[in-house]
């Protein structure tokens, strides 16, 4: 059975521009959550979506944006780069929603904001 | 609100010696309690969790956490350290409601000298 899978795997963006980062999750996963990781701040929750639905949302602008596919497939974008914006990007897949799940991550985006 | 403090941001041990990395929580209710390990450039990966049932959990690699609510701690341990430890290690918390966002600790590096 495949991982989890996170395109592109690296990224070099300017100050200003969009990005749109995709995860595609375990096959018969239904829930896909996003997380952010910065040697600073350490992994940050983004978001989580099941069945299409966005059913949390970590603390962070609305810059940050995500949707999920009825294929279960994720994808993240972030408009308006700034530096700080810099970081390992990390989806995971569980089988279903709620606290307790086991969540399986992908290798991540590493995204660079110059 | 919940959070997760880990003792120690860098942890040294020689090859065949006790790993004790160390983890405390903070939840207004029994919280579910994982432990997850990331090698270099790749994501996080599930080492055990404790949903409420035996206080001592066992998971993968011969690491153990032991669940403590009296010290609400959690720190995982494994009798003897292979130099395939090395990694970095993150405590995290999830509340028992309807929602899968984890809260991290700051991670511990762990170094294995042979």
């Known amino acids: 059975k495949a991982g989890v899978t996170q395109t592109p795997r690296y990224l070099i963006k300017t100050r200003g521009q969009q990005v749109t980062l995709s995860c595609s999750p375990i096959?018969?996963?239904?829930?896909v959550s996003w997380y952010q990781q910065t040697p600073g701040q350490g992994l940050q929750f983004l978001f989580e979506?099941?069945?299409?639905?966005?059913?949390n949302k970590g603390n962070f602008p609305g810059r940050f944006s995500g949707r999920q596919f009825s294929n279960s497939r994720s994808e993240m974008n972030v408009s308006t780069l700034e530096l700080g914006d810099s970081a390992l990007y990390l989806c995971?897949?569980?089988?279903?929603?709620?606290?307790?799940?086991?969540?399986?991550f992908g290798s991540g985006t590493q995204l660079s904001v110059l | 609100a919940q959070s997760v403090t880990q003792l120690g941001s860098h942890v040294s041990v020689s090859e065949g010696a006790l790993v004790l990395l160390r983890c405390n929580y903070s939840?207004?209710?029994?919280?579910?309690l994982f432990w997850y390990v990331q090698y270099p450039n790749q994501g996080l990966q599930l080492l055990l969790k404790?949903?409420?049932?035996?206080?001592l959990v066992k998971g993968i690699n011969g690491f153990e956490a032991e669940f403590k609510k009296s010290e609400t701690s959690f720190h995982l341990t494994k009798p003897s350290a292979h130099m395939s430890d090395a990694a970095e290690y993150f405590c995290?918390?999830?509340?028992?409601?309807?929602?899968?966002?984890?809260?991290f600790g700051q991670g511990t590096t762990l170094q294995v000298k042979p």
């Open positions: 995971a897949s569980s089988l279903a929603a709620g606290g307790g799940e086991k969540l399986f």
């Open positions: 096959s018969g996963h239904r829930s």
């Open positions: 979506y099941f069945s299409e639905t966005q059913r």
């Open positions: 939840s207004s209710v029994p919280p579910y």
């Open positions: 404790y949903t409420s049932a035996a206080t």
């Open positions: 995290a918390v999830s509340d028992r409601g309807n929602t899968g966002k984890l809260i």
